[in-house]
């Protein structure tokens, strides 16, 4: 079964500095996408990056970057230069095609602080 | 573009009532997702619609339906509401076709229990 595992549950940050958050995904797939959604107070999921997986290179979207490790199955966000608008629920959800559906499994959340 | 709209924001059930759940997709989705979030599951998959037709289904029980509209609008629809049932519903529409295509999610509405 495809699981998404995010081990910290709360994190915090200074405003200005760089904080990662975790994920670890399970699959016997080889063709998926991983995701980073951001969830602020107005509940909406927003989309931060998004990662191929046959595709090497990380993906990098301005101040937010992961490191994507295929053969770990490790998907980190690592967020620079951290702003107090970063602060919010960030979820990894990793996608698959089943029967020609595409489901989306999400992790459990890291609930982000940002200090100023 | 238009976003994905849910409807209501809010709402307050009685334990045992029903309640349906409207969501529009934006223009041009065809694929409609819903998701129940709550502290203790998280986010965790309901059913997929797709031209009309579910194409996936998650572990929730039968009091848990959906449909789908020629127009892609979606419903959602919980029967015999129970207290577990209190939850944030998160729909997201997507274009539906395999490949880098991106989910769009709704604000979504909380559903309260009482």
């Known amino acids: 079964a495809q699981t998404v595992t995010q081990s910290q549950p709360e994190m915090s940050v200074q405003e200005a500095e760089t904080v990662t958050l975790s994920c670890t995904y399970d699959t016997s797939e080889s063709d998926y996408y991983l995701f980073w959604y951001k969830q602020p107070p107005s509940r909406q999921m927003i989309l931060v990056i998004r990662?191929?997986?046959?595709?090497?290179q990380n993906a990098t979207e301005n101040r937010f970057s992961v490191n994507f490790q295929k053969a770990a199955k490790s998907f980190s966000l690592k967020i620079s230069d951290s702003q107090l608008g970063d602060a919010a629920m960030y979820f990894c959800?990793?996608?698959?095609?089943?029967?020609?559906?595409?489901?989306?499994?999400f992790g459990k959340g890291t609930k982000l602080t940002v200090n100023p | 573009k238009a976003g994905v709209t849910q409807t209501p924001r809010y709402l307050i059930k009685t334990r045992g009532q029903q309640v349906t759940l409207s969501c529009s997709p934006i223009?041009?989705?065809?694929?409609v997702s819903w998701y129940q979030q709550t502290p203790g599951q998280g986010l965790q998959f309901l059913f997929e619609y797709f031209s009309e037709t579910q194409r996936n289904k998650g572990n929730f029980p039968g009091r848990f339906s959906g449909r789908q509209f020629s127009n892609s609008r979606s419903e959602m629809n919980v029967s015999t509401l129970e207290l577990g049932d209190s939850a944030l519903y998160l729909c997201?529409?997507?274009?539906?076709?395999?490949?880098?295509?991106?989910?769009?999610f709704g604000q979504g509405t909380r559903l309260t229990v009482v």
């Open positions: 990662q191929e997986a046959y595709k090497q």
């Open positions: 997201a529409s997507s274009l539906g076709r395999t490949g880098n295509t991106e989910a769009f």
């Open positions: 959800a990793y996608r698959y095609t089943q029967g020609g559906s595409e489901k989306l499994v």
């Open positions: 223009s041009g989705h065809r694929s």
